[in-house]
């Protein structure tokens, strides 16, 4: 079987990396992959080059001929299916089977954005997945969203397939000392977006007593974005003296590494796919605390694997964080299991992988 991968950008986001695994592991089981991007970004790139599998970039700056050197591409090759994750690459890849189309097509939907159902756009988007063999997302909200703005989608071409998680990389460590700095260790890996919702997170933590501001510690982890979220929450950062107990960092290879050595992972998104950072948190058996968005509430049990809370309300993000705070490290150390305990059974990569064969398989 001959696959290729469609995304936009090789970038460090949270589908890049689900679509860069999924790739890594059907190369892994001796199925030919290839992997189609336009924009130029080659954050993933070495992963991709380490387990020989090329990359096609078509970088054309201008829309329309964009569009038409990528059905080309597609059409020129001799792909027996086309595997496509987000909103324009799913729609290139659709209108690449026009009128007709000998390789199969996967589009894959990663966000629970709530415009799906105001955006004429959006809801475009969606109407366009009449014409792929199948609609994967990786989270039951988001595919609810998506069959809810196309009720002509035949139930039986809509699948949820969670993320992947490699086990033998995200497990937990011997070697990690629970609060080693005095302080309750969070970690957030996300991009620098509005829709992250840091604003709200900086006003919260400002909150906080003096005394909960001293036992605490913030390191978040990611790339900036076209919009000013980063340079707003800097400001507010410093408007409030809060510094020494937040900090923004640049997106890092070994997030695996710092997620490990940290206390808790979070999160508190407006809206989400399924994020990454509660999977991997998750398996390296690290509490919890985040919005009640897409599945979140379906993989994190609420006062058992950590906090969630509400993304609309400051005093709700208050509220987790000084419950994370008041947990003593027995506490920790329960709800770390607990989630651990869940991603071995939601998140293993022999199971996803076989799913995705199973969809390519019967459609």
């Not at 970690?187 to 036992?215: C, G, M, P, T, W």
Request: proline residues 4%; charged residues 20%; glycine residues 4%.
């Amino acid at each position: 079987m001959k696959i290729l991968c469609f995304i936009d950008i090789l970038g460090s986001g949270g589908a890049q990396r689900q679509l860069v695994n999924l790739a890594i592991e059907f190369k892994k089981i001796g199925i030919e992959i290839g992997f189609l991007v336009y924009y130029p970004n080659t954050f993933y790139a070495s992963v991709l080059a380490e387990n020989n599998i090329e990359v096609h970039q078509i970088y054309e700056t201008r829309v329309i001929p964009r569009i038409l050197k990528i059905r080309q591409y597609i059409r020129k090759g001799t792909f027996d299916a086309v595997i496509s994750f987000l909103e324009t690459p799913n729609l290139i890849a659709e209108l690449a089977g026009f009128p007709t189309r000998k390789w199969k097509l996967v589009v894959g939907e990663r966000s629970s954005n709530p415009k799906i159902s105001k955006s004429f756009k959006l809801k475009l988007i969606r109407l366009m997945h009449l014409f792929a063999d199948a609609v994967i997302s990786n989270s039951e909200v988001n595919l609810e969203m998506v069959k809810k703005v196309n009720p002509f989608l035949p139930t039986n071409r809509c699948f949820t397939i969670y993320n992947m998680v490699d086990f033998d990389l995200w497990k937990p460590s011997n070697n990690y000392k629970i609060r080693i700095n005095g302080k309750t260790n969070i970690v957030i890996a996300a991009s620098h977006q509005y829709l992250k919702n840091s604003r709200n997170l900086i006003e919260a933590i400002n909150l906080l007593s003096d005394f909960e501001k001293s036992a605490l510690c913030v390191k978040w982890y990611g790339a900036k974005s076209p919009d000013n979220s980063y340079l707003d929450s800097q400001a507010l950062i410093e408007h409030y003296n809060l510094s020494g107990i937040i900090e923004f960092l640049p997106q890092v290879r070994d997030i695996s590494e710092k997620i490990m050595n940290s206390d808790c992972c979070a999160l508190f998104s407006f809206y989400e796919g399924l994020p990454n950072i509660i999977c991997e948190g998750m398996a390296l058996g690290k509490p919890i605390i985040a919005t009640k968005v897409s599945d979140i509430p379906k993989l994190i049990d609420d006062s058992v694997g950590g906090y969630l809370c509400e993304f609309t309300t400051i005093d709700s993000i208050k509220n987790v964080i000084e419950k994370i705070l008041l947990c003593s490290n027995e506490e920790l150390i329960a709800m770390g299991n607990h989630n651990r305990k869940k991603a071995l059974l939601l998140f293993d990569k022999t199971t996803i992988v076989n799913s995705y064969l199973k969809v390519l398989e019967n459609v």
